[in-house]
């Protein structure tokens, strides 16, 4: 296992999942500004990650 798979599997702690969140409602609101379909896809895709990372 390297270092970067670690960091997935170690739990959140309180003080970091107001980040995630925040970070997540950013990427939420980047997909709703895009022009394209790629861009709203990859946004998405990097909300839904950081929602999953807040709740672990």
Known sequence: MTLDETNYTQSVGEGEKPYFLSRAQ?????AQMATDDSTRSI?????????????S
Do not use: I, P
């Open 26 to 30: 950013w990427h939420e609101h980047r």
């Open 43 to 55: 946004h998405l895709r990097f909300a839904k990650l950081y929602h999953a990372r807040a709740l």
